[in-house]
Each structure stands twice: as C-alpha cells, then as structure tokens.
C-alpha cells in the first residue's frame, strides 16, 4: 500500500514536455549501434521491415496466445542494458529531474516485465501515408499478423493494462486507475520527417462499443501535429487519443526510436515496454 505521506506523481498530463537530451552526432551513433545489433532485432511483419529491439506488450502478450513477453523480455533486457546502458541512465536522468519524482525500471522490482526498447521501420512503399491506413486499436490488432500493412492506429496506450498493473495495484489497496506516462526518443528519421498526431481527448470521449461513432469522432478531431527532432524526447499521458506519423518509404531512410511507459507504483514511476 502506498505512504501516505509520500508525494504522489506529478502526472503526466500535467507534464507534456519534449526534452532535448541527445545532439545529432550522439543519436547518429546509436543508430550505427543499433544497425550493428541487427540480429537481434525481432521481425514483426511477415513482410514489411518493421522490428522491434526488446520485447513489446503489444505484440508479446495482447492478442497473441503464445505470450512470449516475459521470456523475451529476459533474454532482451541484459542485451539492451550491455549494449545501451548510458542511454537508459540518461533517460531516466531526464524523466527524473522534469517530473520531479522517483523514476526506476519495473523490471527491477518486476523481472518478468520488458524494459523500454527500440521500434525499427526500415522504408517501403506500403509505409506511405493514406486515409485508408488510419485504423481503430481493434482493427490494427486482428490485421496486425497478416501480410499486408495493418494500418497506422489511432489509440490509447493501455500497456498498463496488458500487464495488469491496475490489477496488483487494486490488491494493494492503491488507488487506480493508475497514473501514466509514455515516451519516445527520435533517433532516425525519414527524409520528410516524422512525429506525432494527438487529440485533446481519450476513451471517456468515445462510444467504444460503436465502431463508427468513435471513427466519426476521432475524425472531427480537433488534433496537432507534433513534429520529431533526432534526440529529443517527448512524454506524454498516453491517457488521450495520438497516431504515429510519418514513416519510410525511400530505400535507405529508417525511422528508429526508443519507446516506454511509464506507471506509478510504490512511490515512483516504473518504465517498461
């Protein structure tokens, strides 16, 4: 249970920020480590170059009965640390010090739970950006294994969720929902830039038992346009509606990040994947 006297988070929706914590030259390196690493990246399109570095809830446990989550996240988390380690105490340096809380990884207390990792889009053409690719969380998960590209979905990040925080938190006699944060840190991206599009408003906003009325409201809007910059990361709630955009589709160019969340358990906010 938590303290009572123990401040609680400064919460993520408070706490929108984008924070400059790597110049061009230190993230063109880790990009060069991360092409080195190449075989360990994790295909996650039976086609398409999309894989990931790390172990992922939405792939490894949401809608996937095979649950791989908690062995790749062993197997991945020592790689990640031994090959990234000074960028994952920058990280954690830098949410520590804007949030002005405790930032630790739930992998520490939680071993079976993944540490942030990497997206890696490699370019093709199906990449391309269209209106038909703006898809519900739902639709993207049952196209999400098959050959074709399964959309660009438009969500709400419940990785909190998947893993069941909110449900140890509930037997801890802790208030829930849980407080949340998400992250990403631009590495690479393509030659017209990336970033990403957010509504000013989540769930609570949305019919999610009609299909259409959420599509109709998610496309009323109003939404902003968040443009990356290499080695600046942005936090958010992950609470609101958001889209990832812009993605590679010239040979050569890649879109490469590393991506978190965040919940606030026993005093601090726990990153994982």
């Known amino acids: 249970m938590s303290d009572p006297n123990h401040p609680g988070p400064a919460r993520a929706d408070d706490a929108e920020f984008e924070h400059p914590l790597l110049d061009e030259a230190a993230a063109a390196e880790l990009v060069e480590r991360l092409l080195d690493v190449e075989g360990f990246w ?6 398409l170059p999309f894989h990931t570095l790390g172990a992922t809830n939405y792939y490894d446990i949401t809608a996937n009965p095979a649950r791989p989550y908690a062995r790749l996240a062993a197997r991945y988390n020592p790689v990640l640390l031994a090959e990234f380690g000074p960028l994952y105490a920058a990280v954690a340096a830098a949410l520590r010090e804007r949030l002005g809380r405790p930032v630790a990884w739930l992998a520490d207390t939680q071993p079976a739970t993944a540490l942030p990792g990497f997206h890696i889009f490699g370019a093709d ?27 660009n979905p438009i969500h709400v990040d ?3 969720l998947a893993l069941g925080l909110d ?19 631009p590495l690479a991206l393509p030659e017209g830039g990336a970033g990403m599009r957010l509504w000013d408003f989540g769930h609570e906003a949305t019919r999610l038992d009609d299909r259409a009325a959420q599509q109709a409201r998610l496309r009323r809007g109003p939404t902003r ?11 958010h709630s992950g609470t609101r509606y958001h889209q990832a955009r812009g993605f590679p589709v010239r040979p050569g ?5 590393l991506q978190g969340h965040g919940a606030w358990l026993d005093g601090a906010w726990r990153l994982f994947w």
């Open 158 to 160: 419940t990785a909190h």
């Open 125 to 151: 053409p199906a990449f391309a950006a269209r209106e038909e690719h703006d898809v519900l969380h739902g639709d993207w998960f049952r196209q999400r294994d098959g050959e074709a590209f399964p959309g």
């Open 42 to 47: 994790i295909a996650r399109h039976a086609r």
């Open 167 to 185: 449900a140890q938190a509930r037997q801890a006699g802790d208030a829930t929902p849980l407080a949340t944060l998400s992250f990403t840190l």
């Open 225 to 235: 346009e968040l443009a990356y910059r290499p080695g600046t990361l942005f936090l």
């Open 253 to 257: 160019q890649y879109r490469i990040t």
